[in-house]
């Protein structure tokens, strides 16, 4: 079983807060992603970091960021939350030797409501 | 970017009944994942294949590279495999590429 874990499960706070998703795994992964989801739909990538000090934008634009200061700890953050914000957020890990290092785990997601 | 695309979009099955889910992929890929998404939204991998067969208890996938596509079958479905169904692939470029995923709801 994977172990990466995301905190808060659920949250909803208001317009012009400032957030932090927090995730952490504990499997030594290089590669940690952040993915947003809307009820029912197709998962879109917003950022992935490769290691340590390592982080880029995904395909979808997003108004987060992100830090990668330890191998195990891959944090998201909205500056000033909007509605538009509300959604679910899903961190993932991926590593390891072979091919089957490219396995991606999903943490149980945060799903975060805007009012 | 490599295109992902799942069919069919929802299915309804018996409990008991058999089902194949395939995935597309518009390129040559060296990642394929298919993961199950239950209803309280948590996303567990399934198959790591990008080429060739295996097999997992009642699940079996099964890639065929050259001709770019993928299959998941589910035999004997059970209530609990109901769900979405995603398929991501990676040509080698990029990061993975989800599809749209299928539906399945399997009612006793």
């Known amino acids: 079983e994977a172990d990466i874990y995301q905190t808060p499960r659920y949250l909803v706070i208001g317009t012009g807060k400032k957030i932090t998703l927090e995730c952490s795994q504990t499997m030594g992964h290089d590669k940690m992603y952040w993915y947003q989801q809307d009820p029912g739909m197709e998962l879109h990538l917003i950022h992935y970091?490769?290691?340590?000090?390592?982080?880029e934008k995904g395909d979808l634009s997003s108004e987060s960021t992100v830090s990668r200061i330890r191998t195990e700890h891959f944090p998201l953050t909205l500056e000033s939350a909007r509605p538009s914000h509300t959604s679910q957020y899903l961190c993932?890990?991926?590593?390891?030797?072979?091919?089957?290092?490219?396995?991606?785990?999903f943490g149980e997601g945060s799903w975060l409501t805007v009012v | 970017g490599i295109q992902v695309e799942q069919s069919p979009p929802d299915l309804i099955l018996q409990e008991g009944a058999n089902s194949t889910l395939r995935c597309n992929f518009s390129d040559s890929v060296n990642n394929l994942q298919w993961f199950h998404q239950n209803p309280w939204g948590q996303l567990i991998n399934l198959f790591y294949?990008?080429?060739g067969t295996k097999q997992n208890g009642r699940l079996s996938a099964t890639t065929v590279a050259t001709e770019r596509y993928s299959l998941l079958y589910i035999s004997s479905s059970q209530t609990t495999d109901s769900g979405v169904y995603f398929c991501?692939?990676?040509?080698?470029?990029?990061?993975?590429?989800f599809g749209k995923g299928t539906m399945l709801l399997v009612s006793p």
């Open positions: 294949i990008p080429s």
């Open positions: 991501a692939a990676d040509s080698g470029y990029s990061t993975l590429t």
């Open positions: 993932a890990s991926s590593g390891g030797t072979g091919g089957s290092g490219n396995t991606i785990y």
């Open positions: 970091s490769y290691g340590v000090n390592s982080t």
